[in-house]
């Protein structure tokens, strides 16, 4: 039996998504997008979680891209397909109700840039490597890159990492904002540990709550965004986890979500 190319362990109500292909550097194919998004699609369906964590299996790589050999010998329809299929598995991962964070160590180009793209936010190691270099090979960024990149870093800078395929190490996706927060390679999953703790130890429908604030309001005018900010945060108060936050605030202990 084929060993499975995406792992799911679970602790404190985080998940924990490992894409498991180390010997070709967990480089995306059809077989892994298929099983990723079986993956999800369970997870979207559980009213337990606080938070997803998702991140490559080794030390050498997060995800290093679309599987080449793959895609090389597709046709423009068969292309089309495959990114379809890409497209709607980060779209899955980016529609869950929790906030998603990949965790990358190594190489994170092409579509594995793209991947981290879908999640809330990231942290990485300090030999982690980013880029999208498809026009090295031709083509352009097809699992979303083209759209995601620019808002997520501004247009110019995206237009400089995609026209020129050039990568960036760590420290310099942390400054154009790539990613949140950069760690040595040996502290990446003591890191993980921590925010599991944290996101595991703060009021789940809070959490859930703000991810749907900050996604939704994006796309609205501001006096609509505002709006819908204060309708969560009134529905706050009709259940009991803001009764137990703000009670153990006042009598002075941890809360128990």
């Not at 480089?27 to 369906?45: F, I, K, Q, T, Y």
């Not at 423009?76 to 990358?104: D, G, H, I, S, Y």
């Not at 110019?156 to 996706?173: P, S, V, Y």
């Amino acid at each position: 039996m084929s060993e499975a190319l995406v792992t799911l362990t679970e602790g404190a109500g985080v998940a924990r998504l490992t894409l498991n292909r180390p010997k070709a550097l967990n480089a995306l194919n059809s077989e892994l997008l298929g099983e990723l998004e079986r993956a999800l699609d369970e997870l979207a369906a559980r009213d337990d979680l606080r938070a997803v964590l998702i991140t490559g299996a080794g030390e050498k790589s997060f995800v290093a891209g679309a599987d080449i050999a793959e895609m090389r010998d597709k046709t423009p329809e068969e292309a089309r397909r495959f990114a379809a299929q890409a497209l709607a598995t980060f779209k899955r991962l980016e529609n869950l109700p929790v906030p998603v964070v990949a965790l990358v160590n190594g190489f994170c180009l092409g579509g594995g840039c793209e991947l981290a793209l879908a999640c809330d936010w990231a942290v990485a190691s300090d030999n982690a490597l980013f880029g999208q270099p498809e026009v090295l090979l031709g083509v352009i960024p097809g699992f979303g890159g083209t759209q995601r990149l620019p808002r997520r870093i501004g247009p110019a800078m995206a237009l400089d990492l995609i026209t020129t395929g050039r990568k960036i190490d760590a420290r310099e996706a942390l400054r154009v904002g790539l990613v949140n927060r950069v760690v040595p390679q040996a502290e990446l999953e003591t890191l993980a540990e921590e925010l599991t703790r944290q996101l595991g130890a703060n009021g789940p429908q809070a959490i859930r709550a703000a991810k749907q604030a900050i996604h939704a309001g994006q796309d609205q005018p501001l006096d609509s965004a505002l709006a819908l900010e204060t309708s969560l945060f009134a529905l706050g108060f009709a259940g009991t986890e803001q009764r137990e936050g703000m009670g153990a605030f006042l009598e002075k202990r941890a809360p128990n979500f």
